[in-house]
């Protein structure tokens, strides 16, 4: 029993020997912080006072950085014992958009052994402007777009951190007034991308709003010429009017047809100019027949609903002399009893005529009297 105590106490004083035999003093982190850019050669802290190491013994114990690849960007100056920038330090390069970029730097001391970690804070310098992904951006909306409406811009990015970047969320494009293609189809913006550094850095991106076209007008119908009144005797192909329709809207929204009502003597003929319409006689009139005419013109857009307006166009027909008088009566033949005295009516008769006015005015005469000296007259009631 007495034997087998003394061989664990033996083996307990083994492990602690081995244990402390291994130990190497590690200090607590000392952590400098150093901007970008900064000139090579500046010097980041003195690491060896820092770390309370007696700097005339530096050299012979070989203090050095022993982290990292040969290309790191500090050394130590065994001479005084500072720790200085090596080579040019691009924080984007090392930590890309990483909120926080440390350098952890491992640091020895020979004889006796020391290890020190000592951490390097590379502070963010505002030296990249925001950049946008393209340099025109397009980008088209209706006109019907409601003011409010919002559209993305292309992204701006700022390699940057925090205020020396740009927040990737924003950069929109808020409609705020009345679209309208036929007041102006395009829009050319240059929008300013600024990052919040000091000194801001900006950059600039041309944007052009096309606006899309949509069929918001209707046609309109313009008389440029009528003949009101439309002589009953005129020519197929006289032109009683000439008509002009328009539309402010592009493309086929703003191309124009134009109809007239069906079963009427007229007909629109299109110009040699566009939109322009000639409106002409297609039969002969008859004004006893038909003395006034309502034409309606329709003119339609080829739109998407197509939009329509509508004008009536009122022409009378005027009269000509070319219809003869008719007897109610032809012949007449009466009776008549002897002994009348001079200017006694016997007999009346009657014509009509079926034009107007003075057309349709008639006087009676007496044209043919086979008795010798005339013994009836006629004369209008
Ligand atoms: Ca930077
Ligand atoms: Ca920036
Ligand atoms: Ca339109
Ligand atoms: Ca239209």
Known sequence: MGQRRGIHYWWATFCVCVTLCCVVPVSAQIKYSVPEQVKVGSIVGNVAKDLGLDISSLEDRR???????????????????????????????????????????????????????????????????????????????????????????????????????????????????????????????????????????????????????????????????????????????????LISVTDRDAGLNGKVTCSLSDNVPFELKPSFQDNMYSLVLKHRLDRESVSHYDLEITATDFGQPPLSTFKTLSIDVSDVNDNNPEFLYNPVELYLVENNVPGRIIFSVTASDKDLDENAALTYHIVREEVANTRFNIDLL
Not at 89 to 104: G, M, P, Q, Y
Not at 129 to 157: C, D, K, W, Y
């Open 63 to 241: 203090f050095r950085i022993v982290s990292g690849t040969e290309d790191s960007q500090f050394d130590v100056n065994q001479n005084n014992g500072a720790l200085y920038v090596r080579k040019n330090i691009d924080r984007e390069e090392l930590c890309e958009s990483a909120s926080s970029c440390l350098i952890n730097l491992k640091m020895v001391a020979e004889d006796p052994m020391e290890i020190h970690y000592v951490a390097v804070e590379i502070i963010d310098v505002n030296d990249h402007s925001p950049n946008f992904e393209e340099e025109e951006h397009v980008l088209e909306i209706a006109e019907s777009t409601l003011s409010g409406q919002r559209f993305q811009l292309p992204t701006a990015r700022d390699p940057d951190v925090g205020t020396n970047t740009v927040h990737k969320d924003t950069g929109e494009i808020r409609v705020k007034g009345e679209i309208d293609f036929e007041m102006v189809d395009v829009y050319k913006l240059d929008v300013h991308a600024t990052d919040r550094g000091q000194p801001p850095m900006s950059t600039d991106c041309r944007v052009i709003i096309k606006v899309i076209d949509e069929n918001d007008n209707t046609p309109e119908i313009e008389v440029t010429s009528l003949s009101k009144m439309v002589s009953e005797d005129s020519k197929p192909g006289t032109v009683v009017s």
